[in-house]
């Protein structure tokens, strides 16, 4: 069973920084794409920033400039680094990656428990 659990969230001031992690774990042969999405109260799940199987990355024009994702393979973690935060930032931040639990199996969609971000002086 795979699991992906992040960690990192908690409350800052305007102009804050705070790093996201996401630790899979669990029977793993490859982690293809990987991306966080968060969702405000009252509003949709969003696409906040994902990296491609083939390495490339994407952001909503939102925070691009401020937050990076990166990936570390070896130790199956996802990061997002995220600077220079506002209020509208505020939200439950979610971890979310494409993973092929063998060779044999096809490529599963999982979702972290999610982490509250919140932005307020």
């Known amino acids: 069973q795979v699991q992906l659990v992040e960690t990192g969230g908690g409350m800052v001031q305007p102009g804050g920084s705070l790093r996201l992690s996401c630790a899979a774990s669990?029977?793993?042969?490859?982690?293809?794409?990987v991306a966080w999405y968060r969702q405000a109260p009252g509003k949709e799940r969003e696409l906040v920033a994902g990296i491609v199987s083939g390495g490339s990355t994407n952001y909503d024009d939102s925070v691009l400039g401020r937050f990076t994702i990166s990936r570390d393979n070896a130790n199956k973690t996802i990061t997002l680094q995220m600077n220079n935060l506002r209020p509208e930032d505020t939200a439950l931040y979610y971890c979310?990656?494409?993973?092929?639990?063998?060779?044999?199996?096809?490529?599963?969609?999982?979702w972290g428990q999610g982490t509250q971000v919140t932005v307020s002086s």
């Open positions: 669990g029977t793993i042969f490859s982690i293809n794409s």
């Open positions: 979310d990656a494409v993973i092929r639990a063998s060779i044999r199996s096809g490529p599963v969609r999982y």
